[in-house]
């Protein structure tokens, strides 16, 4: 058993086209293209320049997040065959962003995941818990409802085709890091809920990224916990040294 560490880069609402390009460029300049799969996240506005940025190499290219119509009078979304016409290889959904500033429900993510499946695109799914939360002891509640909301009724041949990443929210931009246990903690217990909710073989296949100020210094120890097989990186993945010895770590 063993799952090939998967490390993307969620740049957010960062980088013009143009600054996209060049970050890109020094990416491919640091990275060999062995050991872990790696993505980028850029904004829907670089995504067309960074895959012709990326010709030739093994990087994959995601969006941050889509609509669940295929088209339609929705001002201002992107839909999942958009992303794939780009040249997108997967989406971020769910991220704590998305839910905490534009209300996205598990509901909403559910239908984002089913049309991201069906254009044969790669969905990383976020889940994660608020400090409040933690602190109120409703960790696993909160964390299982949304992987359970956003994930059931999928047959196991679609559970394969999913990542998921735990992103506590309190440790997402702030520079507080979970300690190596939480991490490994929750992503023991929801590779147990994908056993209930996909079988053995589900549990066994599906990557559960850790996202929340992963950096060079803090990636190893992370990434040696056995249910953390990669990483959602934000501000690190801003800086082509940093993403890179993050990926390094990876190996
Ligand atoms: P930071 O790495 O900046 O904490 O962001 C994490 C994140 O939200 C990735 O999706």
Redesign the pocket.
């Known amino acids: 058993m063993s799952r090939r560490k998967f490390i993307c880069g ?1 740049w ?1 609402m960062h980088k013009t086209a143009s600054e996209a390009v060049q970050l890109v460029r020094e990416l491919r300049q640091k990275l060999d293209g062995t050991g872990a799969q790696v993505a980028v996240a850029p904004p829907f506005t670089a995504l067309a320049a960074v895959k012709q940025a990326l010709q030739g190499s093994a990087i994959q290219l995601f969006g941050q997040n889509c609509h669940h119509e295929k088209q339609g009078a929705f001002t201002g979304e992107v839909s999942a065959p958009m992303l794939k016409d780009v040249g997108c290889d997967g989406v ?1 959904l769910g ?3 998305r839910r905490q500033y534009f209300g996205e429900t598990d509901d909403q993510v559910a239908k984002k995941v089913r049309a991201v499946l069906a254009e044969a695109l790669h969905p990383i799914v ?1 889940v994660g818990e608020t400090l409040q939360e933690r602190e109120a002891g409703r960790t696993w509640e909160v964390v299982s409802r949304q992987v359970r909301g956003a994930l059931g009724g999928l047959d196991a041949a679609a559970l394969q085709r999913i990542t998921l ?1 735990y ?1 506590p929210v309190w ?5 507080r890091t979970a300690t190596t246990a939480q991490a490994q903690e929750v992503h023991a217990q929801i590779r147990g809920l994908l056993r209930e909710l996909g079988g053995a073989q589900v549990a066994q296949a599906v990557r559960i990224q850790y ?5 060079p210094d803090n990636a190893a120890d992370l990434l040696s916990q056995p249910d953390v097989d990669g990483a ?6 801003l800086k082509s040294s940093d993403f890179a010895a993050i990926v390094t770590a990876a190996r």
């Open positions: 969620n957010k971020i991220h704590s962003e976020c990443a992103e440790a997402i931009g702030t520079g996202g929340g100020s992963v950096k959602l990186v934000g501000g690190a993945s």
